[in-house]
């Protein structure tokens, strides 16, 4: 048995895709029902496997001034789509935030929560498709009940029959969105490795957040790789995984696809890649520092 289980829920367009077995559409009807979005809200939203906690962790550090506190990460920055599982329910969850309300979401952009009329931020973070197709290998092993080759998650992956989707519908909307709406900062991964203090800077801007040289180094070293992985409050290890595959936190690298991709599947996905950004002037660097495409 290969197959992992999944719910389907419908996407906004008319079709479904796959969300995760403890996501179910009525958690969907709930959530687009009562769920109301609050001028002062922040979501870090992504496709699966490219870089939320990391984005999580900085947004949730820069918010409170550089404080971890004493919550976990997922309780500092929950998962809007399991607020219905919340043991007293959504809405009496929602009424126990103190301060301004961080979300995590890997809703596709038409399943977001409406924001119009709020100043509601986004903080969308895309990384390139063959360092998140090898992330969510190894996350859907450890987290998710997979029990197949990377070969054959691999052609799930291409044809978009993974949890939350078809990676480029989840990123080319959003990507779209970004650029009329200054609601929403697209980021990518490759970025933020390559220039981190920097993109601490640009969310605490985007955030308003008036962020000294001390907070922004601070969020740096606290969101850094070695500094969540052992902290007990970033680390994850909360959080049901299998000891005999990488862990959450796996390599935190730019171009890691490199060790696990054979010559056919890097072009595969090369020529999917091709197709899709065509004209929407969206590039990422794979590992070798040039943009494509
Ligand atoms: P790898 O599997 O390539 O190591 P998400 O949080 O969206 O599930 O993304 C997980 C990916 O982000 C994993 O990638 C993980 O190692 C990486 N990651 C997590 N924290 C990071 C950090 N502080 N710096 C860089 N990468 C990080």
Same mark, same amino acid.
């Given at each position: 048995?290969?197959?992992?289980?999944?719910?389907?829920?419908?996407?906004?367009?008319?079709?479904?895709? @796959?969300?995760?077995?403890?996501?179910?559409?009525? +958690? #969907?009807?709930?959530? &687009?029902? &009562?769920?109301?979005?609050?001028?002062?809200?922040?979501?870090?939203?992504?496709?699966?496997?490219?870089?939320?906690?990391?984005?999580? %962790? !900085?947004?949730?550090?820069?918010?409170?001034?550089?404080?971890?506190?004493? %919550?976990?990460?997922? +309780?500092?920055?929950?998962?809007?789509?399991?607020?219905?599982?919340?043991?007293?329910?959504?809405?009496? /969850?929602?009424?126990?935030?103190?301060?301004?309300?961080?979300?995590?979401?890997?809703?596709?952009?038409?399943?977001?929560?409406?924001?119009?009329?709020?100043?509601?931020?986004?903080? =969308?973070?895309?990384? $390139?498709?063959?360092?998140?197709?090898?992330?969510?290998?190894?996350?859907?092993?450890?987290?998710?009940? =997979? #029990?197949?080759?990377?070969? &054959?998650? /691999?052609?799930?992956?291409?044809?978009? +029959?993974?949890?939350?989707?078809? =990676?480029?519908?989840?990123?080319?909307?959003?990507?779209?969105?970004? %650029?009329?709406? @200054? $609601?929403?900062?697209?980021?990518?991964?490759?970025? !933020?490795? $390559?220039?981190?203090?920097? *993109?601490?800077?640009?969310?605490?801007?985007?955030?308003?957040?008036?962020?000294?040289? &001390?907070?922004?180094?601070?969020?740096?070293?606290?969101?850094?790789? @070695?500094? #969540?992985?052992?902290?007990?409050?970033?680390? /994850?290890?909360?959080?049901?995984?299998?000891?005999?595959?990488?862990?959450?936190?796996?390599?935190?690298?730019?171009?890691?696809?490199?060790?696990? /991709? *054979?010559?056919?599947?890097?072009?595969?996905?090369?020529?999917?890649?091709?197709?899709? !950004? @065509?004209?929407?002037?969206?590039?990422?660097?794979?590992?070798?520092?040039?943009?494509?495409?």
């Amino acid at each position: 048995m290969t197959e992992q289980a999944f719910n389907l829920v419908n996407d906004g367009k008319g079709g479904q895709i @796959k969300f995760p077995i403890f996501i179910s559409q009525a +958690d #969907m009807d709930l959530i &687009e029902k &009562e769920f109301i979005v609050k001028d002062d809200d922040v979501f870090v939203t992504t496709f699966p496997r490219s870089g939320t906690t990391w984005t999580e %962790q !900085m947004v949730h550090l820069l918010v409170n001034n550089g404080e971890q506190g004493e %919550q976990r990460l997922t +309780d500092a920055v929950p998962w809007l789509e399991t607020l219905p599982h919340r043991p007293n329910g959504m809405l009496e /969850f929602l009424k126990t935030i103190k301060g301004r309300r961080l979300f995590t979401s890997h809703l596709p952009h038409p399943l977001m929560p409406r924001r119009d009329n709020t100043t509601a931020k986004i903080v =969308y973070v895309a990384r $390139n498709p063959k360092d998140v197709a090898i992330s969510l290998f190894f996350h859907d092993q450890s987290k998710g009940g =997979y #029990m197949g080759t990377w070969e &054959e998650h /691999f052609q799930l992956f291409l044809k978009g +029959d993974v949890h939350c989707g078809d =990676y480029f519908d989840h990123i080319l909307p959003w990507w779209e969105a970004s %650029q009329h709406d @200054k $609601n929403i900062l697209f980021l990518k991964y490759e970025d !933020m490795k $390559n220039d981190h203090a920097g *993109s601490v800077a640009q969310i605490a801007s985007f955030l308003d957040i008036s962020a000294t040289p &001390e907070l922004i180094a601070t969020v740096v070293t606290l969101s850094g790789f @070695k500094s #969540m992985t052992s902290t007990p409050t970033t680390n /994850f290890n909360w959080i049901p995984q299998r000891a005999d595959v990488p862990s959450h936190f796996r390599k935190g690298d730019i171009g890691d696809w490199k060790n696990h /991709f *054979s010559a056919e599947q890097s072009a595969q996905l090369d020529a999917l890649f091709a197709e899709k !950004m @065509k004209g929407t002037g969206l590039q990422f660097d794979f590992g070798d520092g040039v943009l494509l495409p």
